[in-house]
């Protein structure tokens, strides 16, 4: 809704092959925040180095250059952007144990969060659009999410862009130029659109009201990595059904993609994985079997509390 200012965080969780996106990206917040001054942006930011999944010792890219190159990212845009970081060395951490941490402790100070993932390619440029859209759409409830090629799997065809809906090859996102996303907003109308449903997905450029997150937490039962954003999805959808109004909106001048080229493509010995417990695949796996009896006690503690 139309206000003087409002204030929005951005949540990244960041894994060393990530290290140089994470620095495209705050260069892009950079430009935003200049561009649009009524917004007060601050990035969350976690940097997870943890000797739980690196093998550091027998990495040729050290720790300390990881880290040191990540501070050099901070230092140089903290004298235009808000950042909150953590540095995680050891133990259990994923992308669900940032979002959980950010939603619960910051949740009460902004107006709206965002998630973000590092891959992700925008156009700093038209971010306006996305903050205009926001302050013409009315209600508490409200998500904005970029539009999307089409995706591999028909569950994302509600967020796909007008430009690509005719689009047949599933596999058209792994190939598309993350880079055509610049000035893509010139060629587009101004059109603002809702989903039928709730369709999260991840970090591609989902902003939430906060007030969102008083109604939903991401259990830290579904583990450190999967399907939060299946959780988000699937609680919103629930709270609608139950008399709630969350609406998602979307703006045909603002587009994301995905930097498939590139994604976790650092080698061996430059950067050495341990293996753990089958990595992300189990923490899906685990998560997922957990995740039925997790929501029915959400959805009768919801019941339980307001009716």
Same mark, same amino acid.
């Given at each position: 809704m139309k206000r003087q200012r409002y204030s929005i965080m951005y949540v990244l969780h960041v894994m060393p092959e990530e290290i140089q996106d994470v620095g495209r990206l705050i260069k892009d917040f950079e430009i935003t925040v200049k561009e649009n001054p009524s917004v007060d942006i601050t990035l969350y930011i976690d940097l997870n180095l943890s000797d739980t999944y690196y093998d550091w010792s027998n990495s040729k890219m050290t720790l300390e250059t990881c880290y040191?190159?990540?501070?050099?990212? @901070?230092?140089?845009? &903290?004298?235009?952007? +808000? /950042? =909150?970081?953590? %540095?995680? &060395?050891?133990?259990?951490?994923?992308?669900?144990?940032?979002? &959980?941490?950010?939603?619960?402790?910051?949740?009460? *100070?902004?107006?709206? /969060?965002?998630?973000?993932?590092?891959?992700?390619?925008?156009?700093?440029?038209? %971010? !306006? /659009? =996305?903050?205009?859209?926001?302050? *013409? %759409? !009315?209600?508490?409830? %409200?998500?904005?999410?970029?539009?999307?090629?089409?995706m591999w799997n028909e569950h994302f065809d509600g967020l796909t862009h007008p430009k690509f809906a005719k689009v047949t090859d599933r596999r058209f996102p792994f190939k598309i130029d993350p880079l055509s996303v610049n000035n893509f907003h010139k060629t587009q109308k101004n059109k603002i659109g809702f989903t039928s449903e /709730?369709?999260?997905?991840?970090?591609?450029?989902?902003?939430?009201?906060?007030?969102?997150?008083?109604?939903?937490?991401?259990?830290?039962?579904?583990?450190?990595?999967?399907?939060? #954003?299946?959780?988000?999805? !699937?609680?919103?959808?629930?709270?609608?059904?139950?008399?709630? #109004?969350?609406?998602?909106?979307? +703006?045909?001048?603002? @587009?994301? @993609? !995905?930097?498939?080229? &590139? *994604?976790?493509?650092l080698p061996e010995p430059f950067l050495v994985k341990k293996r753990v417990n089958g990595g992300k695949h189990q923490y899906v796996k685990e998560a997922k079997q957990k995740y039925e009896s997790l929501f029915n006690e959400y959805k009768q503690g919801i019941i339980k509390k307001y009716f």
């Open positions: 040191h190159l990540f501070t050099s990212y @901070l230092l140089q845009a &903290r004298r235009n952007l +808000n /950042i =909150v970081h953590n %540095v995680k &060395r050891t133990g259990q951490w994923g992308v669900n144990s940032t979002r &959980r941490s950010a939603t619960i402790e910051y949740k009460d *100070k902004f107006d709206y /969060i965002g998630f973000i993932d590092c891959d992700i390619f925008f156009d700093p440029n038209a %971010v !306006e /659009i =996305v903050y205009k859209t926001l302050e *013409k %759409v !009315e209600g508490e409830f %409200v998500i904005f999410s970029g539009l999307l090629p089409k /709730i369709i999260i997905g991840g970090g591609w450029f989902n902003i939430f009201s906060s007030t969102i997150f008083d109604y939903i937490e991401i259990p830290s039962e579904l583990g450190v990595y999967g399907i939060d #954003d299946h959780w988000i999805q !699937e609680c919103c959808k629930f709270l609608n059904s139950s008399g709630w #109004d969350i609406k998602q909106c979307h +703006n045909d001048k603002f @587009l994301v @993609l !995905e930097n498939h080229g &590139r *994604k976790f493509h």
